[in-house]
């Protein structure tokens, strides 16, 4: 056995290695490139660009009054976007104003979601 062979280990490394490794790992000084928020910031304020605050929320659709939330829905894809009418309705391009649609599939089924989810909940309505 040759002594390369002796050194090398196989296998998963002991739980004192790893303790050793992230005792390393904690002591190396941080590479301020790794905070990338950071650095759009800075960078953004320097050329006086204003920086919009990233959790901006797309406002909900505005769902036709003649719907009641929990009603059963028609999802459709129609090639470019996803319509969503009441259940035993069609799309009808005269009447826009009877249906909602989606470019993005998530948030379709966000809207799903939140038609049919229990706004709140009563432990003694069973």
Known sequence: ??????????????NAELALRRQ?????????????????????????????PESIEPEPPSVPPSWTKGQLLNVRNAGECYVITLLGEEFDPRHPERALKFTNPALCQNFVSSWYARENHDPRAR
């Not at 062979?5 to 196989?10: A, C, G, L, M, N």
């Open 1 to 14: 056995m040759s002594p390369q062979q002796v050194r090398r280990k196989r296998g998963r490394p002991s």
């Open 24 to 52: 390393a790992a904690a002591e190396r000084p941080n590479n301020p490139l790794v905070n990338h928020e950071q650095i759009i910031r800075k960078a953004a304020e320097v050329l006086g660009i204003p920086m919009e």
